[in-house]
C-alpha cells in the first residue's frame, strides 16, 4: 500500500510538471518588461493567440539564457522578442530559424521592404520580424518655450540655439534645466551614437577622431554648463521631468510616455538639435525571432502573425507606446501623450537636414564594450575636463581595436566598407 | 566513543565540506580561470585591460577610502553602545531589538532609503527649504559634490553595517566575567582604566572577527553606492558589475572578482596577525 502510494505521487507529480509545458509556447522578451507593460501584453496583445507564456528577461541574461540553451541543445523558448542588436549576436552564431516565408507574407500585408531588410541582419536569410519600433525625441514642459531664442523654431533646432535656451533657462530659474538619461541605465550612449556624432561628423566610427568630432564635443562642454548635474544619475527622463527637476529632456519616447502621457497638455515633444552635418536620429526596431529547435515553431509563428496584424500593432501603439512596423495611419483617438510622441517622431523623420543612423551591427556580445568607448569619452571630456584630442585618440585606439577584434563592417550613416569599419 | 571511531568527525564535516567544494571552490578556480585566460589560453589580457580602464584607479580609492573611514567610526560606535546597554536592565532587549532593525533591511532598501532622503526632492532638501536654510534644492548626489556624495554615502553605510559589528561586540561583552571588573574596582581601578585594562583584553575574539566581517564587507561594499551614487562613485564591485551586466565583458569582470578576492584575504589575515588571540579562547 505504501508503495503504491508513493508511486502514485511521483506518478502525479511528474504529470504536473510535464503537462502545462507541452501545452504552452514560451515567448522570451527583452521588450516591455516593467510590470505594467507586460501585464498589457498578457492580457491584451497576446489575447485569443492560444496559450502563451510571455517572459520578460533582461538583456544581459537574456544572452545569457539564449546561448545556455544553444549549449545544451535544448530548447524551452518557442518565441523572442528583442531588439535589432540583441538579436544580431544570435544570427551571427546561426541559431535562429529563417523566416522567409512570413516576410514575403508580411510585405505584401504593408510592411516596408526596407524595415524588413533590416531584420535580414546583413544575412540572406530573414533573420527576425520587425515587431515594433521607436526612437528618441525631446520633450520640454510647455513653460520653457517661453525662454527659447529669438527666431528659433522648436521642431528645427540647432545646437546653438539649444545652448542658448539652456542658458536663458538657467538664468530666469536659477538652476539648469536640461536632462540627460546619463545615469547606469539610462541610454547615453544611444545619443552619442544616434544624435550626437552624426550631427557633428556625418559619422559614428569612422570620423570618431576627426577635427570635426573634437569640434563637437567642444560644442557638448558648452551645453553642459546648462545640463542637470544630476543627469550622470538620470536612468529614465520621464522621472525628473515629471518631478520638475528638470523642464527640458532628451529621451527614448518609451521612457518619456509616462510623463507625457500623464499631462499631455504640459508638454512639448520635438526633434534632437542639428549640427552642422544634419540632424542625427536613430530609429530603434524591435524583432521576432523564432530560435533553431524551438519547441513550437508552429505557435510561435501564429504569435508573429498575430502581433503584425494591423489591429495588433495599433493596439500596441496606443497602449504602450511602440509604434507599428506596418504602414498604418494612426487613429484619431490616440492616447494624447502618445500622439505628441507619433507626432515628434513624424517631424524628426520628415525634416529636411534628417540623418539616419541606425542601431549597431555585427559587434555581437561587444556592444557593451562599443557602448563604453562613447561613454568613457563622455565621462573624460565632459565630467573630468581632460582635453579632447588626447581623449579622443586613446578612445579611438580602443574603438579600431573592437572593430578589428568584431570584424564588423560600416553602418549607416559611415560609409560602407570593405572588412572591419575603420577610425579615420 | 571518538577514540574508537576517530573518523567519525570527519565523516560529520564531509557533506559540508563536499558541498562547499562543489558551490565555493570549483566557482572560485573557474573565476580565476577566466579572469586570467584569453580564448582558452592563459593570458593576462583581462587584468591589463582592468588596469587600464579609466574607471580602476578611481575605484580602488573610493573603495580604499570608504573602508578607512567607515570601519573604525562603526567599531567606535558599537563598543559604543555596546557598553551602555550592558549598565542597562530592563528594557535592554527592546533597545537591541532597536538597534539591530537596519540589520533586517537589504544593502539595495538601505541605498534607495537613503536616496529618497537625500536625492533632489528628498526628505532632507525638503526640510532645509521648509527652515529657510537653503532657497532652492541642493543636489548632495551629484558628480560635482565628489565630498557630500562621499559623506553621504559613509553615512548611509555606518548606519546599515554597524549593527552587526554590535551584535558580535554585546556577544564579547557578554563573556567577560563580571568577577574582573569587580576586583579591579576594589582595587581601586577606574571605569577608564577598567575599560582598556579588562574588557577590550577580554574581548579581543569578538573584536576580531566584528573586524574582519566588517572590513571584508566593507571591500565588497555596492548596493548602497550603487543607489546612491551610480556611476558618480565607482568601488571594486561595481566596476566587476559593470563589466559584466553593462560591458558583457566576463573576463575582466573575473578579473575584479579576483581581485577583491585578494584585498580580502590580505585584510584578513593582517587582522589575524595584529589582533593575536590566544589558542584556548578559539571557539
Known amino acids: ?424 | 566513543m571518538t577514540n574508537n571511531r576517530p573518523w567519525i568527525p570527519y565523516l560529520l564535516i564531509l557533506p559540508s565540506v563536499a558541498f562547499l567544494a562543489l558551490l565555493f571552490i570549483v566557482p572560485l578556480l573557474q573565476t580565476i580561470w577566466l579572469a586570467f585566460s584569453d580564448n582558452g589560453v592563459p593570458s593576462p589580457a583581462n587584468a591589463q585591460r582592468m588596469i587600464a580602464d579609466i574607471n580602476f584607479t578611481r575605484s580602488i580609492k573610493n573603495t580604499f577610502l570608504l573602508t578607512i573611514a567607515v570601519v573604525p567610526v562603526q567599531l567606535a560606535i558599537a563598543l559604543a553602545m555596546g557598553t551602555m546597554v550592558a549598565k542597562v536592565g530592563r528594557g535592554r532587549e527592546t533597545i537591541l531589538w532597536v538597534w539591530t532593525i537596519p540589520l533586517g533591511i537589504s544593502d539595495l532598501a538601505a541605498g534607495l532609503v537613503w536616496l529618497s532622503i537625500l536625492q533632489n526632492s528628498g526628505y532632507f532638501n525638503s526640510m532645509l527649504l521648509g527652515l529657510g536654510i537653503i532657497e532652492r534644492q541642493a543636489s548632495w548626489l551629484s558628480y560635482q559634490t565628489p565630498v557630500a556624495l562621499f559623506f553621504v554615502i559613509a553615512v548611509a553605510e555606518i548606519w546599515r553595517g554597524t549593527a552587526i559589528v554590535m551584535v558580535i561586540i554585546v556577544a564579547g561583552l557578554n563573556q567577560v566575567p563580571k568577577e574582573f571588573r569587580e576586583a579591579a574596582e576594589i582595587f581601586g581601578a577606574g571605569p577608564w582604566t577598567r575599560f582598556w585594562r579588562i574588557t577590550l583584553p577580554l574581548i579581543r575574539p569578538a573584536l576580531q572577527s566584528a573586524l574582519i566581517l566588517r572590513t571584508v564587507l566593507a571591500f565588497e561594499v555596492f548596493a548602497v553606492v550603487y543607489a546612491l551614487g551610480g556611476r558618480n562613485f565607482p568601488v571594486l564591485v561595481g566596476e566587476a558589475y559593470t563589466w559584466q551586466n553593462q560591458n558583457q565583458n566576463y573576463g575582466v569582470a573575473a578579473a575584479y572578482a579576483v581581485l577583491i578576492m585578494i584585498i580580502s584575504l590580505a585584510a584578513t589575515l593582517i587582522y589575524l596577525k595584529a589582533i593575536k588571540v590566544d589558542a584556548e579562547r578559539l571557539p
Not at chain 1, 496559450?51 to 533582461?58: G, N, R
Not at chain 1, 525631446?138 to 533646432?157: F, S, T, W
Open chain 1, 1 to 424: 500500500m505504501k508503495r503504491l502510494m508513493s508511486f502514485g505521487i511521483v506518478a502525479s507529480t511528474m504529470l504536473a510538471f510535464a503537462s502545462p509545458v507541452l501545452a504552452q509556447t514560451v515567448f522570451v522578451s527583452t521588450q516591455l518588461r516593467p510590470i505594467e507593460e507586460a501585464t498589457i501584453v498578457r492580457e491584451e496583445l497576446l489575447q485569443d493567440v492560444g496559450d502563451v507564456d510571455y517572459v520578460v528577461e533582461e538583456p544581459p541574461q537574456f544572452a545569457v539564457r539564449m546561448e545556455a540553451e544553444r549549449q545544451a541543445g535544448t530548447r524551452t523558448v518557442s518565441l523572442v522578442g528583442a531588439l535589432h542588436g540583441e538579436l544580431s549576436p544570435l544570427a551571427d552564431r546561426d541559431t535562429l530559424e529563417p523566416l522567409d516565408e512570413l516576410a514575403t507574407k508580411l510585405a505584401a500585408g504593408g510592411m516596408p521592404q526596407s524595415l524588413l531588410d533590416l531584420g535580414k541582419l546583413g544575412k540572406s536569410s530573414q533573420q527576425y520580424i520587425p515587431w515594433m519600433q521607436a526612437t528618441y525625441v525631446m520633450a520640454a514642459k510647455k513653460e520653457a518655450l517661453q525662454y527659447l531664442p529669438a527666431g528659433a523654431d522648436v521642431n528645427a533646432l540647432t545646437y546653438d540655439q539649444l545652448i542658448e535656451w539652456g542658458k536663458k533657462m538657467q538664468e530666469a530659474t536659477g538652476q539648469p534645466q536640461i536632462g540627460f538619461p546619463a545615469g547606469p541605465k539610462g541610454l547615453m550612449a544611444r545619443y552619442f551614437q544616434g544624435y550626437f556624432y552624426p550631427s557633428f561628423t556625418g559619422g559614428v566610427v569612422r570620423t570618431f577622431q576627426g577635427a570635426d568630432a573634437a569640434a563637437g564635443w567642444e560644442k557638448l562642454r558648452a551645453l553642459w554648463a546648462y545640463v542637470n548635474p544630476n543627469s550622470t544619475n538620470y536612468d529614465f527622463m520621464q522621472e525628473p521631468l515629471a518631478a520638475g527637476e528638470v523642464m527640458v529632456a532628451w529621451d527614448h519616447i518609451a521612457r518619456l510616455k509616462n510623463a507625457i502621457s500623464a499631462a499631455p497638455d504640459d508638454y512639448v515633444v520635438f526633434p534632437a538639435p542639428a549640427g552642422p552635418k544634419g540632424r542625427g536620429y536613430m530609429p530603434v526596431i524591435a524583432g521576432l525571432a523564432i530560435p533553431k529547435g524551438a519547441p513550437d515553431k508552429d505557435g510561435a509563428t501564429k504569435i508573429i502573425e498575430h502581433l503584425a496584424s494591423a489591429d495588433v500593432q495599433l493596439l500596441t501603439a496606443s497602449r504602450v507606446g511602440f509604434f507599428p512596423t506596418l504602414n498604418v495611419k494612426l487613429p484619431e483617438d490616440l492616447d494624447p501623450g502618445v500622439a505628441l510622441l507619433a507626432g515628434a517622431v513624424t517631424t524628426t523623420q520628415a525634416s529636411k537636414d534628417a540623418l539616419i543612423s541606425l542601431l549597431p551591427v555585427g559587434l555581437g556580445d561587444k556592444g557593451g564594450e562599443f557602448n563604453k568607448v562613447y561613454m568613457d569619452s563622455f565621462q573624460r571630456i565632459v565630467l573630468q575636463n581632460e582635453p579632447v584630442a588626447d581623449v579622443l585618440k586613446a578612445q579611438g585606439q580602443t574603438l579600431a581595436k573592437l572593430m578589428t577584434d568584431t570584424k564588423a563592417a560600416c553602418w549607416a550613416p559611415d560609409a560602407k566598407s570593405d572588412g572591419p569599419c575603420p577610425v579615420e
